[in-house]
């Protein structure tokens, strides 16, 4: 960022505000590619294979394959689609079901499972019966992320297919194929035909072979599955009293003549009733009043400085009435997680798409003790403390260097206060604390998202 010096522009407001722009749009146009630098090859693939030839088709397994490092499906599940190529049909499904039947009028007899000419398929609930399962299907189409559940990171089911080809050199390969999760966000690429390929059972004791296989591959951009934030950042330390809060109507703002029941407050009567009124289906998220209107906010504590080490707490609050949140994760960017000694009640991993830089820390809930974060309300909150090494070279509380750089929930960016709202050192001037340098990045995604959104 060797261009980008705010103090030499601090005195020209306006071209302060196109640089921003001019970064905003740069920003945005990498996010709208899917592009996640924190998880650069993270995408689901969709493996489509044929394990037999019927006299009509085939019976193909399906399993889709979660490689994004933290972000997951939860439920209601996913749905996916696709739109045959020619006139198939699906006389039936194990493990999985497609949401309506559609017209199977030219059928008499043996009526298929399907014949829409784009099925669009869910998974089947937990307890299904055993012989209408298959291996990794039947979770409600939930699919953990890569780094916290490897073994639940996929979902599969299988399909038999009439009207289709009946060799490799007349069958074709679906099109369009969509992955709702179970809202928009992902994008799949064109199904690609792989030669054969040798796969081990689920038990790992027998190699079997697919007589054809294709591969999707979809990815995943935040711009595509929500209009606005769903998660903002706040702020403070031991060394100055001030909270910096989220930035106000970060998530939406509260508005009582044009909406209102945008949001509750936690202590109306209505509570109850405002909660049930959606209906049980209902995943729209019924936020808790406040200023950012944000259904997730991750509060970062600078606690406490120790001679050769630094303390800080974070918590996550639930401002969500309807949701529980299953397997959530959070992702945060600070320079000393190369050096973090000691993390209470989160599981930790490193994430280092670039081998050298070990800046970035994937977060989840302890099994059984925090890893569900409860909907809005006393329980509605999870927290830790990370204890830090200083790197007596970098180290400083100054300029806002001991907050993070960059924050996700569930692989959501979380918005950051701007930076020189951030809390100064007693004895910082303004002037110094304008100077931020590091949290500017920070800063101009956050406002990339808000340019965009509001
Ligand atoms: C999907 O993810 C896998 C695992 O990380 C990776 O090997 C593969 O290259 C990715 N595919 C695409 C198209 O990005
Ligand atoms: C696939 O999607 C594209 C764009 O949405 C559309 O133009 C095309 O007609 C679709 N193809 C089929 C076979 O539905
Ligand atoms: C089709 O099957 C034949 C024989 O089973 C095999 O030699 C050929 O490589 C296959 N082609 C494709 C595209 O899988
Ligand atoms: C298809 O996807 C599976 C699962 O990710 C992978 O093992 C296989 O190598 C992929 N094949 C190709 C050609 O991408
Ligand atoms: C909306 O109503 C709530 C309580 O009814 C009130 O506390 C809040 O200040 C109001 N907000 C606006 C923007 O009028
Ligand atoms: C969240 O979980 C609690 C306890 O399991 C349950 O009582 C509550 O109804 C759940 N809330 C939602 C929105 O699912
Ligand atoms: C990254 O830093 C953490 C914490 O100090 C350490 O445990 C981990 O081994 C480091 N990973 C890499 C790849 O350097
Ligand atoms: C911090 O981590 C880096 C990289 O792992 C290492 O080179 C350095 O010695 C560590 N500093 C301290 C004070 O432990
Ligand atoms: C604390 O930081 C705020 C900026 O967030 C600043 O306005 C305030 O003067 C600081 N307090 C002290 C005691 O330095």
């Not at 951009?221 to 403070?236: M, N, R």
């Not at 600078?302 to 397997?327: A, D, G, S």
Request: with cysteine.
């Amino acid at each position: 960022m060797g261009f980008f010096n705010l103090s030499s522009i601090s005195g020209s407001i306006s071209s302060f505000t196109i640089l921003l722009l001019v970064l905003g749009f740069c920003c945005s146009f990498s996010s709208t590619e899917a592009y996640d630098s924190l998880d650069p090859t993270g995408n689901i693939t969709i493996k489509w294979d044929i394990m037999q030839w019927t006299p009509d088709g085939y019976v193909a397994v399906v399993t889709m394959y979660n490689f994004q490092q933290y972000r997951h499906i939860q439920a209601p599940g996913w749905k996916l689609g696709w739109t045959w190529a020619k006139k198939e049909v699906i006389w039936s499904m194990v493990g999985a079901q497609t949401t309506e039947q559609g017209d199977c009028s030219r059928y008499k007899g043996n009526i298929p499972h399907c014949c829409k000419k784009d099925p669009t398929v869910v998974d089947l609930l937990p307890g299904t019966p055993y012989n209408m399962q298959i291996a990794n299907c039947c979770k409600g189409g939930v699919i953990n992320s890569w780094v916290q559940d490897p073994p639940n990171a996929l979902s599969s089911f299988q399909v038999s297919v009439g009207a289709a080809g009946t060799s490799n050199k007349t069958v074709k390969v679906p099109k369009n194929f969509t992955l709702k999760a179970p809202g928009p966000g992902y994008t799949c690429g064109i199904a690609k035909v792989v030669k054969s390929s040798q796969f081990l059972s689920s038990d790992g004791r027998r190699v079997t072979q697919a007589l054809m296989t294709w591969n999707v591959t979809c990815t995943y951009s935040q711009f595509l599955s929500q209009k606005t934030p769903t998660c903002c950042v706040s702020l403070s330390s031991f060394y100055n009293d001030t909270i910096v809060p989220c930035p106000t109507c970060t998530c939406g703002c509260q508005n009582n003549n044009t909406q209102p029941g945008s949001c509750v407050e936690g202590d109306s009567p209505y509570l109850a009733s405002a909660i049930s009124s959606g209906g049980k289906n209902n995943y729209a998220p019924l936020v808790q009043c406040t200023t950012h209107m944000c259904p997730i906010r991750v509060h970062w504590h600078v606690k406490l400085n120790y001679k050769e080490y630094w303390r800080v707490k974070v918590t996550i609050t639930n401002f969500n009435y309807r949701m529980n949140y299953t397997q959530w994760n959070l992702v945060a960017q600070h320079p000393n997680f190369d050096n973090l000694t000691q993390i209470f009640s989160f599981n930790y991993k490193p994430l280092t798409p670039y081998q050298a830089i070990n800046d970035t820390a994937m977060l989840w809930g302890v099994k059984f003790y925090n890893d569900l974060l409860m909907q809005a309300g006393p329980l509605g909150n999870v927290q830790s403390e990370l204890l830090f090494r200083k790197d007596q070279a970098t180290f400083t509380f100054d300029k806002g260097w001991a907050f993070p750089r960059r924050v996700y929930f569930n692989g959501d960016n979380c918005v950051m206060p701007p930076p020189d709202a951030y809390p100064w050192l007693p004895n910082a001037s303004p002037q110094q604390a304008v100077v931020l340098t590091l949290p500017i990045m920070a800063f101009v995604a956050s406002l990339a998202f808000l340019l965009i959104y509001v």
